[in-house]
């Protein structure tokens, strides 16, 4: 089954690390990604820009709004995602724990709605 492995964190926070800290979790985000790709669970992976670049789109009444940002001001932002291969959540949460960013925000894992 397919589960998609949500990244949230505080994007200033993480923005304000000193540059060997900030060089270290990168590291440890490669060396991440290496090990799911070796596992054979690894389906995709992208780091997102900053939320204040996203643009939102609602329609509404027939009328398509449009605004700059996130719809939602939180404390943290999605920040990027890995799609994984897992034969059940047991194993989707075990590689969730295991991203860096679970040591500074929250994983969301949601298993993938196949069409």
Same mark, same amino acid.
């Given at each position: 089954?397919?589960? #998609?492995? #949500?990244?949230?964190?505080?994007?200033?926070?993480?923005?304000?690390?000193?540059?060997?800290? #900030?060089?270290?979790?990168?590291?440890?985000?490669?060396?991440?990604?290496?090990?799911?790709?070796?596992?054979?669970?690894?389906?995709?992976?992208?780091?997102?820009?900053?939320?204040?670049?996203?643009?939102?789109?609602?329609?509404?009444?027939?009328?398509?709004?449009?605004?700059?940002?996130?719809?939602?001001?939180?404390?943290?932002?999605?920040?990027?995602?890995?799609?994984?291969?897992?034969?059940?959540?047991?194993?989707?949460?075990?590689?969730?724990?295991?991203?860096?960013?679970?040591?500074?925000?929250?994983?969301?894992?949601?298993?993938?709605?196949?069409?």
């Amino acid at each position: 089954m397919r589960y #998609l492995l #949500l990244i949230y964190g505080d994007e200033k926070a993480f923005a304000g690390l000193p540059a060997k800290e #900030l060089e270290g979790v990168l590291s440890d985000f490669q060396a991440y990604t290496a090990s799911v790709k070796e596992a054979g669970a690894h389906i995709a992976s992208q780091r997102l820009r900053p939320a204040s670049t996203a643009t939102s789109v609602r329609v509404r009444g027939g009328k398509k709004l449009i605004t700059d940002g996130p719809f939602a001001e939180t404390k943290e932002q999605l920040g990027g995602f890995y799609m994984i291969e897992a034969k059940d959540l047991d194993e989707a949460v075990a590689w969730a724990a295991k991203i860096p960013g679970a040591r500074y925000g929250t994983i969301e894992v949601r298993p993938i709605w196949e069409m």
